[in-house]
């Protein structure tokens, strides 16, 4: 790991973005760069935010850590550990974990298997600080300022891929770690663990992850050591090596090797089984599922869409619009959005929509 460093480059990063907005040159923000594979090809002149990085406060007792973006995610999460208090939200690194930053996790807003009992990134995030598209470093939070616009901006931020500005800062509700984790293995059919995880859900069951391979059930029980033990006797099981939660978060087991492209489809809870062209794995408990297949990216959305849900490409280079396209009244309101933070379009221009 990394030797803990704490460095303010914020006028550094203000300067090459006033830079490229005189100049109009479209920027391509870089932290790690563990997250390149997502979204589309951005031309530009690269701001690398890894230089700006450290913790710059963290109180375990009020829950809250604030962070520069380009801090480690792994020190961020190695501060948090040390005081028995994690990211309930689970972001993945994928690949090297000294690489992914702070940044990139908030800009790519990606969850692990906690994410329907936990909440998302955007459900941790209280503030940021900001480099706009007008070159101006602001903050963002409930405490301090309230965008013009009336957004929320810095949840508004989560997911956006850098489309929209410079995250400098971020502020992040932390949750301490559960007294008591184990695993279990629960053999079964897809349509039974799907039936079984909607009744699940009904009850007071300390249910953290839920995965399904096509043949075992996997979970993963959080929480006081009584609720564990009493779930556990009441499910039954085999136990599970905890680190198949983590091998899954960063794609690492098997079913992720390289082959067909990878879709990640997003599903309203509770939905069933239903047909899909190649092979799948089930994660959040039926919410998530990752399919890897050979088929053409409108029928698989088309498919995806009948159930209410929508279909991400894993894969760089096997779609054009690896994000679900947006439809009219959506992509206006996306279009005057990246026209009021970053109206001459320099940050990562066309990375989520050719579009924008």
């Known amino acids: 790991m990394l030797a803990q460093q ?9 300067e090459q973005v006033n830079q490229a907005l005189q100049n109009a040159t479209p920027l391509r923000i870089q932290g790690g760069n563990s997250k390149a594979f997502l979204g589309r090809e951005v031309a530009g002149e690269i701001i690398d935010t890894r230089a700006h990085r450290g913790i710059v406060t963290y109180d375990p007792t009020e829950l809250v850590i604030t962070a520069r973006t380009g801090t480690p995610l792994s020190e961020l999460c190695a501060a948090l550990e040390a005081a028995g208090q994690m990211l309930a939200c689970e972001p993945p690194s994928f690949g090297d974990a000294d690489e992914a930053t702070v940044g990139g996790m908030v800009a790519a807003g990606l969850s692990g298997p906690r994410r329907p009992w936990s ?19 602001l903050r963002f939070g409930g405490e301090v300022m309230k965008n013009v616009a009336g957004y929320d901006l810095s949840r508004l931020l989560v997911g956006s891929y850098g489309c ?10 932390v949750l301490p770690k559960p007294r008591q984790c184990i695993s279990i293995a629960l053999e079964m059919n897809a349509e039974q663990a799907l039936l079984k995880l909607a009744e699940w859900g009904q009850q ?7 995965s399904h391979d096509g043949r075992v059930l996997r979970l993963r029980l959080e929480g006081g050591e009584g609720s564990v033990s009493a779930a556990h006797d009441r499910l039954g099981g085999e136990l599970l090596d905890p680190t198949y939660w983590r091998e899954l978060n960063e794609q ?3 079913f992720f ?3 067909q492209p990878l879709w990640r489809l997003s599903l309203p809870n509770n939905t069933g089984t239903f047909a899909l062209p190649g092979e799948q794995l089930i994660d959040w408990g039926g919410a998530q599922r990752w399919l890897k297949s050979d088929a053409e990216a409108e029928a698989i959305r088309a498919i995806v869409s009948e159930v209410g849900g929508h279909a991400t ?3 760089h280079g096997v779609s054009d619009s690896p994000f679900q396209p947006l439809g009219s009244p ?9 026209a009021q933070l970053d109206p001459k379009g320099i940050f990562n221009p066309g990375r989520m929509y050719a579009e924008i």
């Open 119 to 137: 909440g998302s990134v955007r459900d941790f995030v209280l503030g940021t600080r900001v480099i706009t598209g007008l070159g101006k470093h």
């Open 6 to 14: 704490n460095v303010d480059a914020s006028a550094a990063l203000l």
């Open 313 to 315: 490409c894993y894969s």
């Open 330 to 338: 959506l992509l206006r309101y996306h279009r005057q959005l990246k």
């Open 252 to 254: 690492r087991l098997g």
């Open 164 to 173: 929209l500005g410079l995250l400098t800062e971020v502020s992040l509700k």
């Open 257 to 259: 090797d390289e082959g």
């Open 204 to 210: 007071p069951l300390p249910i953290s992850a839920a």
